[in-house]
């Protein structure tokens, strides 16, 4: 099946920084979504992006489908973007795969 | 519009017995996932609903794990016997369609097997 792996697998961030956090994924996808696991466990969801690229305030999100990657920007970072961020791709509408997820903590 | 709701948000048991968690998607949601998280990792599916049928539950360990989703609308996993490798928590979330769009998750159970 599809593997999806992201990276870096931690980072640490002082606050008002910027970062970009990146998902590569084996084979075509359907759809591609990015998540955000807060420190108390709720994901949520930011962007659905299977190709292009979508804004929203701080983040944005670009995904290249041909070349089977996808980057998350996070913009003059804030403590409350840190947690943990996932991206997640399927092949069909189906069989969603999450991979091992990015740790940030950004520093006051 | 409500969210994704699970319950119990915690629960104990020791190894052999067995525990039930309980999920209501948002309303109209026509498909629903049951995801494992192990801590440190990613959300693993176990099985995905679309309505009442089952469309995908190649990672659910069946010789202990079931689940079901009566009339298309809430749905309940179940684990019977428990083992300690079971200690995670147990994510539900919904889509509107058909799979594939954005997937909205719940709080999540917390299972401890002891």
């Known amino acids: 099946g599809i593997q999806v792996e992201q990276s870096p697998p931690d980072l640490i961030l002082q606050e008002g920084a910027n970062s970009t956090l990146r998902c590569n994924f084996s084979?075509?996808?359907?759809?591609l979504q990015w998540f955000h696991q807060n420190p108390w466990g709720q994901l949520i969801n930011l962007f659905y992006?299977?190709?292009g690229t979508k804004q929203n305030g701080r983040l944005s999100s670009t995904t290249v489908a041909t070349e089977r990657y996808s980057l998350l920007y996070i913009s003059s970072s804030q403590t409350t973007d840190s947690g943990v961020y996932f991206c997640?791709?399927?092949?069909?509408?189906?069989?969603?795969?999450f991979g091992a997820g990015t740790r940030l903590f950004v520093k006051a | 519009e409500a969210g994704v709701a699970q319950s119990p948000r915690y629960k104990i048991i020791e190894k052999r017995q067995s525990v039930a968690f309980w999920c209501n998607p948002i309303?109209?949601?026509?498909?629903l996932y049951w995801y494992q998280q192990i801590l440190g990792q990613g959300p693993k599916l176990l099985i995905q609903?679309?309505?009442?049928?089952?469309v995908d539950d190649s990672q659910l360990p069946k010789d202990r794990f079931s689940a079901e989703r009566l009339k298309g609308v809430d749905s309940t996993l179940k684990i019977q016997p428990a083992k300690l490798e079971d200690s995670a928590v147990y994510l539900c979330?919904?889509?509107w369609g058909s799979g594939g769009e954005t997937q909205y998750f719940g709080p999540g159970t917390r299972l401890l097997v002891l």
């Open positions: 979330a919904s889509s």
């Open positions: 084979d075509s996808v359907n759809n």
């Open positions: 992006i299977p190709s």
């Open positions: 997640a791709a399927d092949t069909g509408g189906f069989k969603t795969i």
């Open positions: 309303s109209g949601h026509a498909t």
């Open positions: 609903f679309q309505n009442n049928g089952v």
